[in-house]
Nanobody, 121 residues
Framework: QVQLQESGPGLVKPSQTLSLTCTVS??????????WSWIRQPPGKGKEWMGA???????YYRPSLKSRTSISRDPSKNQFTPQLRSVTPGATAVYSCARDIVLGTTKPAAWGQGTQVTVSS
């Protein structure tokens, strides 16, 4: 059974880069056709799909954030690393890593417990 574990900074200052590390166990990020995604949920709001990387390394981003986001991966560590640049306090949210066969879903079949990231000076 696949498991995803997020590790994040906790607190990020405005204009800086938010970087999350998603560590996967129980399944390889380079086999089987899945999308490895990150999703966030701001306080009092619904979940937002942020972006994904697939087994070939191709990346997909939420259109409104495409200019400020990126996802990379390290197959040797079975990790993928989403980033969001030039953050504002509006980026404060619980960020989760996820896996699904559907691109863009906010109801993934597998996801981590999430990590709180607060953007504040």
């Amino acid at each position: 059974q696949v498991q995803l574990q997020e590790s994040g900074p906790g607190l990020v200052k405005p204009s800086q880069t938010l970087s999350l590390t998603c560590t996967v166990s129980g399944g390889s990020i380079t086999t089987n056709y899945y999308y490895w995604s990150w999703i966030r949920q701001p306080p009092g709001k619904g979940k937002e799909w942020m972006g994904a990387i697939d087994v070939s390394g191709s990346t997909y981003y939420r259109p409104s954030l495409k200019s400020r986001t990126s996802i990379s991966r390290d197959p040797s560590k079975n990790q993928f690393t989403p980033q969001l640049r030039s953050v504002t306090p509006g980026a404060t949210a619980v960020y989760s890593c996820a896996r699904d066969i559907v691109l863009g879903t906010t109801k993934p079949a597998a996801w981590g417990q999430g990590t709180q990231v607060t953007v504040s000076s």
